[in-house]
C-alpha cells in the first residue's frame, strides 16, 4: 500500500515537472502580456516533433536536440508577438481570446495534415532504463526530464529575479502603468516574455519525447493541466505555477492509481471546476477597476 | 423608413419562398445534405449568439446542452419508446435546469477565465456519459432503431422532410433572437457585453439577466442535439459533447458578425460552404484540412474585422451616415 | 430640508491599506457636495462603497432613509443613486440614443417610452444633435454628457459623478459647470468627486475633504480653501496646486 502510493507520488511528480514548464510559460504570458495563451499546448506538440524529426533523421538524442526546440520556439514567440498578438491588445476580450484559441486550432490541424495522426516515438538508449531504490521504480528518461525542467525553471526565476529585462518584467506583470513610467519599453518585454513561454514549452516537448508520444492532439493534455495549474497557482506568479503543476502531476497519478486508468482527466477537471467554484479570486474573478 | 421596412418584408417573403421551395429543384443528396448542416450549424450560432454575441460571454462548452438535448430525447426514445418530438422538449429542459449550476460557476468568472471553465464543464459531461454505462451505452453509444418512414417519431424517409424540420428551428431561434433583440433585454444583453460594470450601475441586474438569456441558449442548442441524433440515427458521447460543436458555435457567429441577428447565418454560409468545396476538391481524406482553413478564416475575421462580415458592412454605413449631415 | 445621503462610519481595507476610513458625512436634499482630496485620499472608492461597487468593512449609507450596504449596484441605482465613472464607461458599439435608452429601461420596460424619456435626457445634457452616434466615436467632453444622461435616464434622485471635468480643457470645464449647475437646478442632489477646484467652487454649496482615506475638514467652500489641514494634506502629497484648471495632466 504505501509503496503504490509512494510510486504514484514519484510518478506524478516527475510528470509535474513537465507540467510546471508549460504552466510557467501560461503564467509568464499572462502575467506581462495580459492574454491567456490558448495554444500552448500546440508549441509543446511542435517541440516534440522537432526532437521527434532531428531523432529520426539525424540520429540527434531528444535531450540535446532541447538546444534547437528552445531557440526555434522563441523565435517563434517573438514573431507570433510582434506580428499578431499586439494588434489584438487592447480592453476586448474577443480577438484575444480567439486569436490564440484560432492559433491553437491552426496549429493542431495543420500538424495534422502534415504528419497525420499517427503517434510517433523515439526510442533512446535510457528509454526502459530505471532505478530501483527500494520497492520503488525511477524511470530514468523521467528522472532527466523533472531534473532539466526544474534547472529550466530555476535558470527562469534567476533571470527574472537579477536582469534588468526580468526585472522589467516582473515590474510589467505587477503593474503596467509603474512598468511604462520606468521607461521601459513594453514590446519588447511582450515578445522577450512570449518568446521565453515558447521556448519553455519547447523544451517541454523535447524532453517529453524520450517516453512519451508526439501526436497531433497531444498539447492540448498538457495546456488543460497548465490552466488547472496556473489557476491554482494564482494567476501571473511563476512560482505558485511551478508548485500547483507538481501538484496536480501528483493528484493525477493518484486519481490513475487508486480511481481508475481512465480518470486522470476527470480527476484534472474536478479539480479545475473547483478552483473555480471556490478561489476565482485568484484569477481575475473580476477584472481590476 | 417606410419603405426600407416595406423592402425588409419583401426580402423576407423573397428569402422564405427560396427556402421552402429549394429541396423541390434540388434533389441531390449530397447537396441538401449541405443545406442541412448550414442550416443546423446556422441555429447553433443563433442559440449561442444569444449568449455569446450579444452578452459577449464567450462560451466554448454549448457543447454540454447539444449534448444532453440529444441523450435525453435519445434515452426516452430507445429504452422507454417515447417519441423524439417529446423528447426534444423534454432535452431542452433539461439543458436549461443544467445551465443553472454551470451558469452559477462560470458566470463568477470573466473573460478568458469564462472561457476556460466552459470548455471544462463540457468536458466534464463527456467524460460523465463515457463512464455510465448503465443507461447511456458509454463510449461505444448507440443505434436509433430505424422505423422507415415515423414522422411521428421523427423520422422520415426522404431527407427533405429533415430540412424542413431543421428550417423551422432556425425561423424559431432567429423570431427569439429577434423579439430579444428589438426589446429591453437586448439593450441589457448588449450593454453587459460591453461593460458589466456601467451596466449595473444604471440599474441592469446583469446576473439575472445572464443566467436568463442563457438558459435559452442552452434550450436552443439541446434541439440541434435532438435533431442531429435524429438525423444521424447515432449517438455516443465523442459525438454528442464534441468540442466541434462549441467551436463551429462561436466561429460562425464571430465570422458573420457576433451580436447580430444573421451573423450565424452568413458565417455558417461562408463556412460550410468553403468546407464542401474542400471536400469535393480533395477528398475527405485530408484530415485536419477543414478546421485549417476554418482557423484561416477565423485568424482574417479577428485581425482585419472583428465586427465580423456584417459589422463591416455597418461600420461603411455608419461611416456614411455620419458624414451625409456635414456634407448637406 | 430632509437629509438625501446620510453616510456614517464607512470604512474599507484592501490588504494592509486603509482606503477609507471611518467616514461620514450627511448630504441634504437638492444640496450639491463636493468630495475632494489629493490623489489616492479614497474619494473613488467611496463612491464604490456608496453605490454598491464595494462593499465597506463597517459603516453605513442611507438613501432617503434606506439603507444601501449590502446592495447590488443595480438595487442602488433602483433606488434613485445613479452613478458616472472616473474613466467613462460608454456602451461603445451601441448609439447614443441607445445607450440612453438602457438606462431608461430601468423605469419602463417599454421601447417608446424608454425612447422618448432618452431623448429628454439627451437633449438635457446637450447631446441633441448626436443621438446617432456610436458612443465610440464621441469626444472625452461627450462621452461624459453620454454618462450622465444614461444616469438621469434612470430617474435617479441622487446623482454622483466621479471626476467628470477630468481631461477637458478650460473652455469644456465651463460648459460641464453649466451642466451640473443645470442638473443642480432640476431638483437633483449631487454629490461630486473633482479635482478642478475652479468648477468646485462654482457648483458646490458644501466640500467634504478627505486625506489617506479619513475627513480632515467639511464645510462651505470659502472656509475649506483657508482650512490649514487642507492646505497642508494638499501641499504634503501634490506637486500641483489644486486650483489649476486641470490637476491631471
Known amino acids: 500500500m504505501w509503496e503504490t502510493l509512494a510510486q504514484a507520488v514519484i510518478n506524478g511528480l516527475l510528470i509535474g515537472g513537465i507540467y510546471a514548464l508549460v504552466s510557467i510559460g501560461v503564467t509568464l504570458i499572462f502575467g506581462v502580456v495580459k492574454i491567456v495563451n490558448f495554444a500552448q499546448g500546440e508549441f509543446v506538440m511542435i517541440g516534440m516533433y522537432i526532437s521527434f524529426f532531428l531523432a529520426t533523421q539525424f540520429g540527434i538524442d531528444p535531450l540535446v536536440s532541447l538546444v534547437v526546440s528552445m531557440p526555434v520556439l522563441f523565435v517563434a514567440g517573438v514573431l507570433i508577438q510582434h506580428f499578431l498578438i499586439r494588434r489584438v491588445l487592447g480592453p476586448n476580450d474577443m480577438p484575444q481570446i480567439f486569436l490564440t484559441f484560432a492559433l491553437s486550432l491552426l496549429l493542431l490541424n495543420l500538424s495534422l495534415m502534415l504528419f497525420s495522426a499517427n503517434y510517433r516515438t523515439v526510442h533512446t538508449s535510457y528509454s526502459d532504463e530505471a532505478w530501483h531504490i527500494g520497492g520503488l521504480y525511477i524511470p530514468v528518461a523521467k528522472l532527466i526530464a523533472f531534473a532539466v525542467a526544474m534547472a529550466l525553471s530555476g535558470l527562469l526565476w534567476v533571470f527574472l529575479h537579477t536582469t534588468d529585462l526580468g526585472r522589467a518584467m516582473r515590474a510589467a506583470s505587477q503593474n503596467r502603468d509603474v512598468a511604462m513610467l520606468m521607461g521601459i519599453n513594453p514590446n519588447r518585454v511582450f515578445a522577450v516574455a512570449f518568446g521565453t513561454a515558447l521556448a519553455l514549452a519547447g523544451a517541454a516537448g523535447s524532453l517529453l519525447m524520450p517516453f512519451y508520444s508526439a501526436y497531433p492532439f497531444v498539447g492540448q493534455v498538457f495546456v488543460l493541466m497548465a490552466f488547472v495549474a496556473v489557476v491554482m497557482g494564482t494567476l501571473g506568479n511563476v512560482m505558485g505555477a511551478l508548485i500547483a503543476s507538481l501538484m496536480m502531476g501528483i493528484a493525477e497519478s493518484l486519481g490513475i492509481q487508486f480511481v481508475g486508468a481512465d480518470s486522470g482527466l476527470i480527476v484534472v477537471f474536478a479539480l479545475l471546476l473547483l478552483t473555480l467554484a471556490f478561489r476565482p479570486s485568484g484569477l481575475g474573478a473580476r477584472r481590476g477597476r | 423608413m417606410q419603405t426600407s421596412g416595406n423592402m425588409k418584408w419583401l ?57 444532453l438535448g440529444a441523450y435525453t430525447s435519445t434515452i426516452m426514445q430507445v429504452n422507454y419508446g417515447i417519441s423524439p418530438w417529446i423528447g426534444m422538449v423534454a432535452g431542452g429542459v433539461v439543458a436549461m435546469l443544467a445551465s443553472l449550476p454551470i451558469g452559477w460557476l462560470c458566470f463568477r468568472l470573466r473573460g478568458p477565465y469564462f472561457t476556460i471553465a466552459t470548455i471544462a464543464t463540457a468536458q466534464v459531461l463527456m467524460l460523465i456519459f463515457l463512464k455510465f454505462r448503465d443507461f447511456a451505452w458509454g463510449a461505444e453509444g448507440t443505434t436509433i432503431p430505424n422505423l422507415g418512414s415515423a414522422p411521428l417519431m421523427m423520422q422520415f424517409e426522404e431527407k427533405s422532410s429533415y430540412y424542413y424540420v431543421v428550417l423551422g428551428l432556425l425561423v424559431v431561434g432567429l423570431w427569439i433572437t429577434h423579439l430579444i433583440e428589438k426589446s429591453w433585454i437586448g439593450y441589457y444583453l448588449v450593454a453587459i457585453g460591453e461593460d458589466e460594470d456601467a451596466a449595473e450601475a444604471i440599474g441592469v441586474n446583469a446576473p439575472k439577466v ?103 458592412a455597418t461600420d461603411v454605413y455608419h461611416r456614411y451616415a455620419r458624414r451625409k449631415p456635414a456634407r448637406a | 430640508m430632509a437629509e438625501a445621503l446620510v453616510i456614517k462610519g464607512l470604512s474599507k481595507r484592501f490588504g494592509g491599506l486603509r482606503a477609507v476610513q471611518d467616514v461620514s458625512f450627511t448630504v441634504q436634499e437638492n444640496e450639491t457636495v463636493a468630495l475632494i482630496g ?22 453605513s449609507v442611507l438613501a432617503f432613509g434606506n439603507e444601501v450596504v449590502g446592495l ?47 431623448l429628454e435626457a439627451i437633449d438635457f445634457v446637450g447631446l441633441g444633435a448626436k443621438e446617432q452616434t456610436r458612443a465610440k466615436d464621441l469626444t472625452t467632453i461627450d462621452q461624459r454628457r453620454l454618462e450622465m444622461a444614461r444616469a438621469l435616464a434612470t430617474q435617479p434622485r441622487i446623482l454622483l459623478l466621479d471626476e467628470v471635468m477630468a481631461g477637458l480643457n478650460p473652455a469644456e470645464i465651463d460648459q460641464a459647470v453649466a451642466l451640473v449647475k443645470k442638473l443642480a437646478a432640476s431638483g437633483l442632489t449631487i454629490v461630486i468627486v473633482e479635482h478642478v477646484m475652479r468648477a468646485i467652487m462654482a457648483v458646490a454649496r458644501h466640500i467634504v475633504v478627505l486625506d489617506h482615506g479619513q475627513k480632515i475638514a467639511e464645510g462651505a467652500p470659502k472656509e475649506i480653501v483657508e482650512n490649514p489641514e487642507v492646505i497642508r494634506a494638499y501641499l504634503g502629497s501634490y506637486v500641483h496646486p489644486p486650483a489649476q484648471g486641470d490637476a491631471h495632466a
Open chain 2, 210 to 312: 445572464k443566467r436568463d438569456i442563457y438558459m435559452i441558449s442552452a434550450f436552443l442548442t439541446a434541439l440541434a442535439g435532438t435533431f442531429y441524433t435524429q438525423y444521424i440515427y447515432f449517438i455516443d458521447p465523442a459525438t454528442a459533447f464534441s468540442f466541434n460543436v462549441s467551436i463551429e458555435a462561436a466561429l460562425v457567429s464571430i465570422v458573420g458578425g457576433i451580436g447580430t441577428l444573421w451573423g450565424p447565418v452568413i458565417g455558417t454560409v461562408l463556412l460550410e460552404t468553403t468546407s464542401a468545396l474542400l471536400q469535393s476538391w480533395l477528398g475527405s481524406s485530408v484530415g485536419g484540412i477543414q478546421l485549417t482553413v476554418y482557423s484561416l478564416i477565423l485568424m482574417a475575421v479577428i485581425l482585419w474585422r472583428p465586427t465580423g462580415l456584417i459589422g463591416f
Open chain 3, 38 to 59: 489629493p490623489n489616492g485620499a479614497g474619494k473613488t472608492t467611496s463612491f464604490h462603497l456608496i453605490t454598491g461597487f464595494h462593499r465597506p468593512d463597517s459603516g
Open chain 2, 11 to 67: 426580402w423576407l417573403v423573397i428569402g422564405a419562398a427560396v427556402m421552402l421551395a429549394l429541396p423541390q429543384f434540388v434533389t441531390s443528396s449530397f447537396a441538401i445534405d449541405i443545406f442541412i448542416r448550414i442550416l443546423l450549424f446556422s441555429f447553433i450560432g443563433v442559440a449561442w449568439n444569444l449568449m455569446g454575441g450579444y452578452a459577449k460571454q464567450l462560451s466554448l462548452g454549448h457543447a454540454a446542452y447539444f449534448g
Open chain 3, 72 to 118: 447590488k449596484p443595480h438595487d442602488v441605482c433602483a433606488l434613485g443613486m445613479a452613478r458616472t465613472f472616473q474613466v467613462a464607461k460608454p456602451f461603445g458599439a451601441m448609439t447614443v440614443l441607445a445607450n440612453v435608452m438602457t438606462g431608461a429601461f430601468l423605469r419602463d420596460r417599454h421601447v417608446a417610452a424608454a425612447r422618448a424619456k432618452a
